[in-house]
Nanobody
Framework: VQLQASGGGLVQPGGSLRLSCAAS????????MGWYRQAPGKQRELVAR???????NYVDSVKGRFTISRDNAKNTVYLQMNSLKPEDTAVYYC?????????????WGQGTLVTVSS
């Protein structure tokens, strides 16, 4: 199983970006999918998560600005980021929990850099 993330880049404060992450390989179904980020000198944190039935949760700092969604037919998760702030600058990683027997295995994308700067 591989996760391929895309969509990062440089954007001015107040701008928008849309991240995508597609899972490929021997996949029958996917559990929760999410986006994490890691800023320089900080720990990786959960940004947003969506379950297989569409229940979402967000870190407080992005509520009202970011929207996570998924397309189960395409095994893809998206993160629409609006009203971006300099403090959103980080490497963003996608994550997918894929069933393996009675448990789940976590898979990670390679990371995509988001830089918010004027």
């Amino acid at each position: 199983v591989q996760l391929q993330a895309s969509g990062g880049g440089l954007v001015q404060p107040g701008g928008s970006l849309r991240l995508s992450c597609a899972a490929s390989g021997s996949i029958f179904n996917i559990g929760a999918m999410g986006w994490y980020r890691q800023a320089p000198g900080k720990q990786r944190e959960l940004v947003a998560r969506v379950t297989s039935v569409g229940i979402t949760n967000y870190v407080d700092s992005v509520k009202g600005r970011f929207t996570i969604s998924r397309d189960n037919a395409k095994n893809t998760v998206y993160l629409q980021m609006n009203s971006l702030k300099p403090e959103d600058t980080a490497v963003y990683y996608c994550n997918a929990a894929i069933p393996a027997g009675w448990a789940y295995n976590d898979y990670w994308g390679q990371g995509t850099l988001v830089t918010v700067s004027s």
